[in-house]
């Protein structure tokens, strides 16, 4: 059995503000050991659970902020940027290597709703994201892409609010909650010895539903609010993207994977045209 971590780091244990995700602070140099100890609690609970391999894709801003040396060995890590499906690269291997189920480790709320360090893609730029006219965060089109696969989702970890849209997105999946969230920036947070041992009882009892399904390839259409009227002017400018409104575009694509392809090319363009302070 393999299974795919998909590891961010704004819903790891003890996470709560900028600093502790940026890299090159103090803050984050010590969140990185507590983010890699939710990603290795997660590895021992799959393999006890029956996983034989377990691709831990470092998900998070730079993708290089889980320590490698601190990773449990059973584990392999895919780590920089630039991956074609990012956040989910490696969901679509076939043949040997096909994966049997994903896990969502230290997920966060979508963009415009309630949650610790809660976004979509880009930190403070857009307000919210639409799949098939329903809001999606990063959980949920992350789920869709694993579902066109044939792909369960296993397990997903982060604070309770990010627990709960994945009740929406993927109602079968296991969560575990590291932290209450009290605000954007605070959270009643559970220690890491706790978090280990729910993190990994959950893994191991999350791979009962392990196994590829049948994938369904079909057209999606994804919506984009930005929180002003340049972004949108830029991320326009993508061919097959279409000016809704003023801070509001929106795509159609033949399958989830071109859809993904295509979000990230429209969040690109839209980090890029952000300008200092006056975003």
């Not at 006890?48 to 584990?75: F, K, M, W, Y």
Request: with cysteine; charged share 20%; glycine share 12%.
């Amino acid at each position: 059995m393999r299974v795919l971590v998909s590891a961010d780091m704004e819903g790891a244990t003890g996470v709560t503000w900028t600093d502790d995700c940026v890299p090159g602070t103090e803050p984050w140099q010590r969140m990185r050991r507590l983010f890699a100890g939710d990603v290795n609690a997660a590895v021992a609970g799959l393999v006890r659970g029956g996983a034989t391999d377990v691709l831990v894709n470092e998900a998070h801003s730079a993708q290089r902020n889980l320590l490698l040396e601190e990773l449990d060995e059973r584990a392999r890590m895919l780590t920089g940027r630039h991956k074609p499906l990012s956040m989910m690269q490696g969901i679509d291997a076939s043949g040997e290597s096909a994966v049997d189920g994903v896990v969502f480790l230290g997920y966060h709320a979508g963009a415009g709703q309630q949650g610790v360090l809660a976004h979509t893609y880009l930190e403070n730029s857009i307000t919210g994201v639409w799949l098939d006219g329903e809001p999606a965060g990063e959980g949920g089109l992350n789920a869709a892409l694993a579902a066109e696969h044939g792909v369960p989702v296993l397990l997903v970890t982060g604070d309770d609010r990010a627990c709960a849209e994945a009740g929406r997105y993927a109602p079968e999946a296991t969560t575990v909650a590291v932290k209450e969230c009290v605000s954007r920036y605070a959270a009643i947070c559970l220690p890491p010895a706790r978090t280990a041992s729910m993190i990994s009882e959950a893994a191991q009892a999350a791979m009962t539903r392990a196994g590829r399904r049948e994938g369904a390839v079909g057209p999606h259409r994804i919506e984009v609010e930005f929180d002003a009227a340049h972004l949108a002017d830029a991320a326009a400018v993508v061919p097959t993207v279409e000016q809704l409104d003023v801070r509001r575009v929106g795509f159609d694509a033949p399958s989830m994977t071109a859809a993904m392809q295509a979000f990230k090319i429209v969040t690109a363009i839209a980090g890029g045209a952000v300008q200092g302070i006056y975003g």
